[in-house]
């Protein structure tokens, strides 16, 4: 069979007992779907592996209705708790798979090798700043005021998402990077912005040849909860 889907594997990152049988023994025997899915569970791990918890459909409806239709976010109210929730973790993978599997802690993503073990991490050299294969202008959703941009940037061994961001407001709270699907279904948490709202994360190219070409920054309260908050700063399409 060809490569299995990014989405299969990140459910096996998830629960490596999970999905169809033949993309289970295809990730057993490829290379590069093995590493995938070594990458993600490694990743996980080093993002302090908190629970995945699936996003309230009314917040995942809500933010993705307003990529279909361009409309300005809304504050939702999340789910009252019962105990004293973990200190945020950084989460990732897929709002439509498990609500986000942690895929950055503001560093990227590591190399890791098919059986699991962290391998060196790939540093491109300081004079190689790669080559921008696409690009977007982030602006406000409520108006054409911008608010920084983002690039796609291809170095020799590694792909990442770079974003500089200015004027996001200073309503408390943490800075966080998704990338959203043009089919308006699928989100995924890269990562949190720095100090300065200012960051580069490492993700897999395969997620922008899916279609994850939106980029948006969420402002979400450190309350444990990795879901994405509904409340959007600003927003653009890599082109």
Known sequence: MSHADPDQLAGLALDPTDGPDDVREHAATCPECAGMVAALMGVRRRAGADPLVAPPARVRA?????????????????PVRDEQPPRRGVPLWLASVAAALALLAGVGLGR????GTEAPEAVPDPADTGTVVAAATLTALDSDAGRGEA?????EDTF??????????????????????????RMISIGILASGDEGEFAVPMELIDEGYRIVDISVEPDDGDPTHSGVSLARGELA
């Open 62 to 78: 809500q933010v993705l209705a307003e990529v279909r239709a361009g409309a300005p976010p809304a504050p939702v109210a999340l």
């Open 112 to 115: 890791w090798g098919a059986d």
């Open 151 to 155: 690039s796609a940037v291809q170095s």
């Open 160 to 185: 990442s998402i770079r974003v500089s961001a200015s004027e996001l407001g200073d309503e408390p709270g943490l800075h966080e990077v998704w990338l959203i699907n043009v089919d308006g279904v």
